[in-house]
């Protein structure tokens, strides 16, 4: 039986994303050989490089590549490109998964037992709000200033809130819903996920504002399943979970349109004061090509990649994020940490 193929566009962008997508892709081709699919991997410009090469930050050039691919695997940009992009394929549905590895759990800002078997899901709205409203900056009789406009649609907050609600049914059915309907409640947020609800009996939903459900998840993040957001709550709320897991550079996500097709990356950002050095982290981008292995059903993978990232942990090995003072932890390079990663990977089989 012939294996499985697959066409992944690779956008590293600038800062530390190319270092990290370069770690991230060699994962992923190990992993294709050890479980019979193939892989083809083509590249393509986005953000400055993009810009200095082609005039604009996402060229029609990187659409064409990216059009018809099995999933697209994005470093990092500092200022144009990502909005850009999520808004050409409708990459609406953010996915952002939050688990604490046991090995790490002196890196979390919280006390081991906040965070032990911490596992949380947050479902980010990501093609509309605030940062794709009207926005422009004019003056008045009172001098300049700026605005940006916070609009959705009620078909958009229903259709992520059915994402929500699927998710949570294969979790452990329960949805939080971040609002502020208090000060904004022109956004009916609580009651348009409800009126979803009634289509997944079992999920209960749970809205929050979102100024407490801040609070709450650096206090006791373990009572949340699915955390549901538009997009400016959702990009604050889960960049707060990088101090509970022990960095940032752990994170991953996938955006998903309605097609299936997803844009897989880690969520730290370009990290200039670090691009170049060789210690970035790339765990956050090899967990997004677990996301992308997911969506393409290829579950042996993932649970296989799981299992040597655990294992490497355990011995003790950390990127300069995750570096303490104790003497038995080995401060190791984005290479040698990949590296590391696939002689786990190929001596578990």
Partial sequence: MSSKHYRVVALPGEGIGPEVLSAAIKVLLSLAELHNFTVQVDYGLIGEPAHEQLGCFFPSETAQLCAGSDGIVFGAVARGGLLEIRK???????????????????????????????????????????????????????????????RYHDWEIRRIARVALQQAQLRRGLVTVAHKENALPHLPWSLLVQKEAVHFPGVKVAPMLVDNLAMQLVREPKQFDVILAGNLFGDILSDIAGALVGSIGLLASASLNADGLGLYE????????????????????????????????????????????????????????????????????????????????????
Wanted: charge should be negative.
């Fill in 266 to 349: 880690a969520i730290h950002g370009t990290a200039p004061d670090i691009a170049g050095k060789g210690i970035a982290n790339p765990l956050g981008m090899i967990g997004a090509i677990a996301l992308m292995l997911s969506q393409w059903g290829e579950h042996r993978a993932v649970e296989t990649l799981h299992k040597a990232q655990e294992a490497v942990l355990a011995q003790g090995y950390r990127t300069a994020d995750l570096v303490n003072r104790d003497a038995s932890e080995a401060w190791v390079s984005t290479e040698e940490l990949t590296e590391l990663l696939i002689q786990s990977l190929r001596s578990g089989l």
């Fill in 88 to 150: 050409h394929f409708d990459f609406f549905a953010n996915l952002r998964p939050v688990k604490m590895s046991s090995h790490l759990l002196d890196q979390s800002s919280l006390r081991s037992d906040r965070v032990m078997d911490l596992d949380l899901l947050f479902v980010r709205e990501l093609v509309s709000g605030i940062y794709f409203g009207p926005g422009d900056r004019t003056q008045d009789e009172q001098g300049a200033y700026g605005y940006h406009t916070m």
